[in-house]
């Protein structure tokens, strides 16, 4: 009898780079659902302000933070924080990524013919090619497990001193993008799950570690193929991110109790 073996599993491949020099193009511009980068924003493209982050707006399924430890394992990437939450299981909050849910998370919705100047310390950066997986959210870089494929879907969010830019430009499904406002005085975060349309995409500033913030913006891209979950169809989702790819240093938040992200009805 033939044995019969499953298709390996995607979990995030990695396509062309393209660099880009904010001195010489700082303005990104979502020119027909793609993302370019324009020395001056071209005619028809109308500028937008950066959301700006207010501390008093909370949006997203609350949950207690009962401690938070910070470690450094790995200098040269960055710092982990273990969050503990007063809970048995997580439940991110999908929802349709509006201009105003997006500001929520600090982010600004950039759509079609709208443009936004990118701020950055590190002018070199890239923009890359992307393909995430359906699994790709079953992968914790912190627990010591490589690329095998874990049980549950761990909180894994960021933030970090360089921008993103994470566009949806798959041309079938969405791009899911999970996001999280962290207060540390006051012990509690929102977690939710942004669902950005097609040809749309989310400009998060640089987020540094400062003292006496009142909130953190988190946000993490490892569930970027949750729309796959709608059906059998495609496993895969393609999408575009502007990261620093050199010298770039990252503030991780993790937290290793299963969580749960309902699909957006």
Not at 23 to 36: D, E, M, S
Not at 38 to 45: I, N
Not at 205 to 211: A, F, Y
Not at 221 to 232: D, F, H, P, T, V
Request: charged share 20%; aromatic share 12%; glycine share 8%.
């Amino acid at each position: 009898m033939a044995q019969e073996y499953f298709d390996p599993l995607l979990f995030i491949k990695e396509g062309e780079a393209i660099a880009v020099n904010l001195l010489r193009t700082p303005f990104f511009c979502n020119i027909g659902g793609r993302p370019q980068y324009f020395k001056e924003p071209p005619a028809g493209v109308r500028l937008l302000e950066p959301a700006s982050s207010d501390p008093d707006v909370a949006i997203g399924r609350e949950y207690r933070v009962t401690a938070a430890t910070t470690t450094q394992p790995s200098p040269q990437y960055g710092d982990q924080t273990q969050l503990e939450f007063l809970a048995d299981r997580i439940e991110y909050e999908p929802l349709y990524a509006t201009r105003e849910i997006a500001a929520a998370f600090g982010m600004t919705l950039v759509e079609e013919s709208q443009g936004v100047r990118v701020s950055s310390p590190e002018s070199e950066l890239e923009q890359i090619d992307y393909e995430y997986g359906m699994f790709a959210g079953h992968m914790s870089p912190y627990q010591g497990t490589g690329y095998r494929l874990l049980g549950v879907v761990c909180t894994d969010l960021e933030h970090h001193n360089f921008p993103h830019v994470f566009a949806s430009v798959d041309p079938q499904l969405p791009l899911v993008i999970s996001v999280g406002r962290y207060w540390p005085e006051l012990q509690k975060i929102c977690l939710a799950d942004l669902w950005v349309p097609r040809g749309k995409a989310l400009y998060v500033p640089p987020r540094p570690k400062l003292k006496c913030q009142p909130c953190l913006d988190l946000h993490g891209n490892r569930n970027s193929a949750l729309a796959c979950w709608k059906g059998i169809g495609q496993a895969s989702v393609k999408t575009q991110t502007l990261l620093q790819t050199k010298g770039a240093y990252f503030h991780w938040f993790w937290n290793d109790l299963p969580s749960n992200h309902p699909l957006l009805t």
